[in-house]
T-cell receptor, first 115, second 109 residues
């Protein structure tokens, strides 16, 4: 079974620039999560999708972050404009939610450095 | 609000030592996950459990639901075990995981 695919693996941008991350979840996983992990901390949920609808985006800084999952499969997370404090690893995860443990699977993450 | 606490925050061990990492949580859960994160960011799921004990190779995970506590043990530790180990819990339904801050393990040859 293919895992959760994320790209790019690394990205370096200057502050005030824009950046986009892409995630392809495991086939059949209805739920998709974007997490932000700042160095030394545990991941923090940014947004949760159920199919193509948003379940929870309460911690997404909506003035600069946006995310979409148009067809209920792939998702993109965008930051515009980026700030220095956005430097972090952005993790995508998916789950099927049908059985115990819900099949949580994580992507390899995108490491963003804002300079 | 569910809090997940891990200890220790940092751990340095000599190769071959037996290692224990602890995790405590504050509310009822449906499952607890132990995750491994190597430098570079990717997270790998090691275990998912709701009761008892699971073993995979040199790794053992236990959970006590009544005490809201779980432990991850590594026997005969090796430098390649060096990573951050994260405890995370799911409460119910398709809810996001609540993560601990992680334990940074360094195993020295």
């Amino acid at each position: 079974e293919a895992g959760v695919a994320q790209s790019p693996r690394y990205k370096i941008i200057e502050k005030r620039q824009s950046v986009a991350f892409w995630c392809n979840p495991i086939s059949g996983h209805a739920t998709l999560y974007w997490y932000q992990q700042i160095l030394g901390q545990g991941p923090k949920l940014l947004i949760q999708f159920q199919n193509n609808g948003v379940v929870d985006d309460s911690q997404l800084p909506k003035d600069r972050f946006s995310a979409e999952r148009l067809k209920g499969v792939d998702s993109t997370l965008k930051i515009q404009p980026a700030k220095l404090e956005d430097s972090a690893v952005y993790l995508c995860a998916s789950s099927h939610g049908r059985t115990f443990g819900y099949g949580y699977t994580f992507g390899s993450g995108t490491r963003l450095t804002v300079v | 609000k569910n809090e997940v606490e891990q200890s220790p925050q940092n751990l340095t061990a000599q190769e071959g030592e037996f290692i224990t990492i602890n995790c405590s949580y504050s509310v009822g859960i449906s499952a607890l996950h132990w995750l491994q994160q190597h430098p570079g960011g990717g997270i790998v799921s090691l275990f998912m459990l709701s009761s008892g004990k699971k073993k995979h190779g040199r790794l053992i995970a236990t959970i006590n639901i009544q005490e809201k506590h779980s432990s991850l043990h590594i026997t005969a530790s090796h430098p390649r075990d060096s990573a951050v180990y994260i405890c995370a819990v799911s409460t119910s339904g398709n809810t996001p995981l609540v993560f601990g801050k992680g334990t940074r393990l360094s195993v020295i040859a």
